[in-house]
């Protein structure tokens, strides 16, 4: 890839920047704890692909964010054989909401790589998440500090991969799609989605999974993207 012409880089949030999992166990742990509510451990590990699987159909406009957040938890309460009300689980998904954003954690390097970034490029989000807790994570994280733009499902009227959303964040940055760069962990909505537009890509591959396009570079860590940029 020559980076000559890039003047401009878009990354996902979560699970590219902000540590969604991690964030989300915490709060998960939290909430079960006010609620005087006994879950297993492996609460996560059921919630992980449920929550993958939702967010799948949200970005292909077959439920809505509201859907979402009742059905992966429903789903997960019943994957560990724990009896909750739908009382309850429409509380929980209050309080996640609510209570998400409190926890900071974000990938290792980011802070390095998006200052080194800061200083050849301009840089902008491109997230599916709603608007307000996608500011209020990267307010509380310390990331707001780096983007010059936000893009999101609710400003743009769709989600990634439709190039609805890439169209409108490269026009909310004033820049072409060729002198562009996407950076994002998921292969469809990310990679895909910003290719479809003309957009250069970066795959951050943190799922370990085989790369179908030879032309895309990957990276596995933040801090590989200072050698490539």
């Known amino acids: ?40 451990e492996d609460f996560m590990t059921h919630f992980k692909p449920i929550n993958d699987y939702y967010w799948e ?6 439920i809505s964010h509201e859907y979402l957040r009742i059905a992966r938890l429903k789903d997960t309460f019943q994957k560990i054989h724990v009896e909750v009300s739908d009382q309850q689980i429409t509380e929980i998904a209050e309080r996640f909401m609510d209570n998400l954003v409190k926890y900071t954690h974000i990938f290792e390097g980011a802070h390095e790589s998006l200052n080194y970034l800061k200083k050849k490029y301009r840089l902008h989000i491109i997230t599916n998440g709603p608007d307000r807790v996608q500011w209020a994570k990267l307010k509380n994280t ?9 893009t999101n499902s609710e400003l743009s009227g769709v989600k990634k991969p439709n190039p609805g959303i890439f169209t409108y964040a490269l026009h909310a940055a004033n820049v072409s799609a060729q002198n562009s760069i996407m950076i994002g962990d998921n292969w469809e909505a990310d990679v895909q989605g910003a290719r479809n537009v003309g957009m250069n890509v970066i795959w951050f591959n943190v799922s370990e999974t085989s790369n179908s396009l030879e032309d895309v570079r990957e990276i596995k860590h933040l801090l590989e993207l200072q050698t490539l940029l």
Do not use: C, P, W
């Not at 990354?11 to 991690?22: I, N, S």
């Not at 079960?32 to 509510?37: E, G, M, P, Q, S």
């Not at 159909?57 to 077959?62: D, G, H, I, V, Y």
């Open 1 to 40: 890839m020559n980076n000559n012409h890039i003047t401009d880089i878009f990354f996902d949030l979560d699970h590219t920047l902000y540590d969604f999992d991690k964030n989300s166990a915490l709060t998960f742990q939290d909430i079960f704890r006010n609620l005087d509510l006994q879950v297993s």
């Open 57 to 62: 159909k949200l970005s292909r406009n077959e």
């Open 142 to 150: 310390g990331l707001d500090i780096y983007f010059e733009t936000l």
